[in-house]
């Protein structure tokens, strides 16, 4: 028997008001994967993550969540949705609003206070159980609002922009919080524009911008598509002259040493043997990992990357 | 068509969410015992001799000396009147028929007060309880026989005195000559015009006496002949319901059914409004808490919106429980110790098809304003997004309840037929026009077309509340698709 792939899109179009949103993306979530869904604002994640769930109708396409219908009664309970724009009920406390969700998702009464209390406890919240939301910290009530979402242990998550607004010790927990999900061989999909948490935590990348998919492979496919950086100094007058054939762009440091972008065709290891032919005296040698922001930049243009930064500015503020 | 898909557990988790999230408020219980506590206040009040207004002095300065005992004694007889009135109506409501006869000939013959011992030695301490009234206004002598020096007491420069107490004068009926007789009334609280228009009446009253005797006639032969004159029964030839040896003559017990019908569909109006409006404030209130999207990725719409109108039916069914059993408790009271005939009245009010088609048009009703309301609320963003969306509801509404008069001066008018037809107004007036019994067939198709119209408004309500809570679209995204989709003019 073969299982059911838990999403798959097929050339998916959805307009407002006649501004497009999303544009002809297809793609299809293997169970057990965690994906990193990116790109910066306005690029069509909400958008794509919320016809996923039936919440909104595509004008185009289909779509597929457990083989059938988004909205259909066979999914209801397997998944776990954490929106972006989130928030609790400002009187429950925080052991009724995720007992309140688990429930809704079809467990028990008992049971789920019983495993709203055990999450509670186990994410450090056991002073938050009987306190009502209004007067818990953001911090607090935004890991409530997540445990709300997951509580029920569903099949697949669904998490739309879930570093947004947390403190660098909470980002740190949530990462935690993912690694443990995914161990348990749940299948994860996680909108977000800080591509840091993506690179750390997914081995699948699809990138998202101006409403289409740019791109759509493992994170080691992202990032060899970064341009390839590295910086080297000597003392010698020849440095810049000797690496012309091997870079895109050399820009002098204050510090004397050179920024490289290297050639498609070049590597680091050529760079050094030629230095070491041409007996240069190397002051620094240092090749710079790829990173997945510098591959989306790469993949978008520039166009996009003032945007993105824009857009990782207001996360990281 | 496709019917909405729902499941009955999540939409009862909805149900149950809402109706604790308001039970669990010190408001709704302050709420819901608000008429045990004014009862309480009111028991105490009697016992304090509470007065919700001081009692005001006034006087007569009569210059003439021919009218101020006259005015006095109409007052007290005034008085008089009023508090045997009231025991009468105390008698009716609270004795035993045989005993409220005797007691109404009782009062008639000796007055208010042996009402008053005898009520006391029926009914121990109701006598104490169910006192007369004491007038809040009371004439005192003149303190000066100068009008300059009774303004000074009526700016209370200076203090009258009565019954050896200082007290403020309130006002002074003035009477003098001036080429005849003329009255002023003087008072800084000249809105209360109490004694204003005694003086009136005497004085009308007066010119009558004139009148009469200029032809030799006098005030005890025009109250005899009133009292002779020809009375006008009312009958109603359509009325089949006659008690043997009875006439088709209309009594109390025909009119109650009507009354009583208006208050069913006042309280219906009522519930209509208050459910539909907690609902349009519980939508908005998930809309501000931003838990709506992640709540339907495990919900469905439908299941929201029954889920809320079941919650807030519930609720408003515990919060209106104490006026249902106070109105049921005292209904049963009346039939079984009031007046006869408006007990047959209310016997008859309460029929099985009344009680049926209430129960339906408050459903339907509640379904059909609490999804409409539940539509707004979604669209809404703020409070007051929500009072400019729903004043055009309320106006509707208020219009509405103009049908209740109508069904008791006139059940036969087009216009109320025309609006037991109309899904806005239907519910109301539905039920007013019970008693003059239409057809069934009318209020079964009219119950009907409510039915089909309350599914359409949720279909309707559903399609607004996934526009406006998930394509982020507000007031302004309504108005912006009324300039695309209506006026065709671009939007930002």
Redesign the interface.
């Known amino acids: 028997m073969t299982i059911a792939s838990p999403l798959s899109i097929h050339n998916v179009s959805k307009a407002?008001?006649g501004k497009v949103a999303v544009e002809d993306v297809s793609f299809t979530v293997q169970p057990g994967e965690i994906i990193g869904f990116l790109g910066p604002n306005g690029a069509g994640k909400t958008t794509t993550l919320?016809m996923a769930?039936g919440?909104?109708k595509p004008d185009s396409g289909e779509i597929k969540l457990f083989g059938g219908a988004p909205?259909a009664?066979s999914s209801?309970?397997r998944?776990?949705?954490?929106?972006e724009?989130?928030?609790?009920?400002?009187?429950?406390t925080a052991r009724e609003s995720i007992a309140?969700?688990a429930?809704?998702?079809g467990m028990k009464g008992k049971e789920a206070f019983k495993i709203a209390d055990e999450m509670l406890d186990k994410y450090g919240l056991s002073e938050a159980k009987r306190k009502k939301n209004k007067d818990m910290s953001k911090g607090m009530a935004q890991k409530v609002?997540l445990l709300?979402?997951i509580a029920h242990d569903p099949e697949f998550y669904?998490l739309d922009e879930p570093f947004s607004g947390l403190d660098p010790v909470n980002q740190q927990v949530l990462e935690a919080m993912v690694r443990e999900i995914a161990e348990r061989g749940r299948t994860i999909i996680f909108s977000t524009h800080v591509m840091e948490h993506a690179e750390r935590l997914c081995d699948r990348i699809i990138l998202m911008a101006g409403g289409r998919k740019v791109f759509d492979g493992s994170t080691d496919d992202a990032l060899s598509k970064a341009p390839r950086r590295m910086v080297i100094g000597s003392d010698d007058d020849r440095l810049t002259e000797l690496m012309s054939p091997f870079a895109t762009s050399i820009i002098p440091r204050e510090d004397g040493a050179l920024n490289l972008i290297l050639k498609d065709k070049a590597n680091s290891q050529e760079v050094l043997e030629r230095c070491v032919f041409e007996k240069i005296n190397l002051t620094r040698f240092e090749p710079k990992p790829p990173t997945l922001h510098e591959a989306f930049v790469a993949m978008v243009g520039e166009d996009m990357r003032a945007e993105m930064e824009i857009a990782n500015m207001e996360v990281r503020a | 068509m496709r019917l909405p898909?729902i499941?009955m557990r999540?939409t009862y988790?909805?149900a149950r969410?809402d109706y604790l999230?308001y039970v669990?408020?010190w408001g709704f219980w302050l709420s819901f015992f608000m008429p045990f506590i004014f009862g309480i206040l009111g028991f105490f009040a009697s016992s304090w001799d509470f007065k919700v207004s001081p009692t005001r002095y006034e006087t007569v300065l009569d210059e003439t000396g021919l009218h101020k005992a006259a005015i006095i004694q109409l007052d007290a007889d005034n008085k008089r009147e009023i508090a045997e009135e009231v025991m009468s109506t105390l008698g009716k409501t609270l004795l035993p028929e045989t005993q409220a006869k005797e007691f109404e000939m009782l009062v008639a013959e000796k007055g208010a007060q042996a009402g008053q011992d005898y009520l006391e030695a029926k009914i121990p301490g109701a006598g104490e309880r169910l006192k007369i009234p004491d007038s809040n206004m009371i004439f005192i002598e003149p303190p000066s026989n100068d009008l300059d020096e009774l303004k000074a007491y009526m700016r209370e420069d200076k203090m009258a005195t009565y019954q050896g107490e200082e007290v403020k004068l309130n006002g002074v009926i003035h009477i003098y000559e001036d080429e005849g007789i003329k009255a002023d009334y003087w008072s800084p609280n000249f809105n209360n015009p109490e004694a204003e228009r005694l003086a009136k009446g005497y004085f009308r009253s007066l010119a009558m006496d004139g009148y009469l005797a200029g032809g030799n006639l006098s005030r005890e032969g025009l109250d005899a002949a009133r009292k002779g004159a020809v009375t006008i029964n009312t009958f109603d030839p359509t009325k089949t319901n006659v008690k043997e040896g009875g006439s088709q003559k209309v009594t109390m017990t025909d009119r109650v059914p009507f009354i009583a019908a208006a208050i069913l569909s006042g309280m219906l109006w009522l519930t209509v409004f208050s459910g539909a409006y907690m609902l349009l404030t519980s939508m908005l209130e998930e809309k501000?808490?931003?838990?709506l999207?992640?709540?339907?990725?495990?919900?469905?719409f439908t299941e929201i919106i029954f889920g809320k109108l079941l919650g807030v039916a519930a609720l408003t069914i515990t919060a209106m429980l104490p006026y249902i059993i106070i109105g049921i408790g005292a209904v049963i009271g009346f039939i079984l110790f009031g007046d006869p005939e408006i007990a047959e009245g209310l016997k008859n009010t309460f029929t099985l098809k009344m009680i049926v088609f209430f129960i339906i048009f408050l459903i339907l009703g509640y379904i059909f304003y609490g999804a409409f309301f539940i539509a707004l609320g979604s669209v809404a963003e703020s409070m007051q997004d929500a009072q400019t969306l729903t004043t055009p509801i309320m106006l509707v509404l208020t219009a509405c309840i103009m049908v209740v008069p109508l069904g008791m001066n006139s059940p036969d008018s087009p216009i109320l037929t025309f609006a037991s037809w109309f899904p806005l107004s239907a519910p109301f007036a539905a039920i007013v026009r019970l008693p003059s019994d239409p057809p069934l067939w009318e209020l079964c198709l009219s119950a009907l077309f409510l039915g089909i119209l309350s599914i359409g408004v949720i279909i309707l309500a559903e399609r607004i509340f996934?526009f406006g809570v998930?394509?982020g679209a507000g007031v302004k995204g309504v108005t912006?698709w009324f300039k695309?989709k209506i006026l065709r003019r671009k939007?930002n």
């Open positions: 407002f008001a919320r769930l919440l909104i909205g009664e209801f309970g998944i776990g949705f954490l929106p724009e989130r928030g609790l009920y400002k009187k429950q309140h969700m429930r809704l998702n609002q709300a979402a669904i | 898909a499941n999540r988790l909805i969410r999230g669990k408020t501000m808490n931003k838990l999207e992640m709540m339907l990725a495990s919900t469905r996934r998930l394509s912006d695309r939007t």
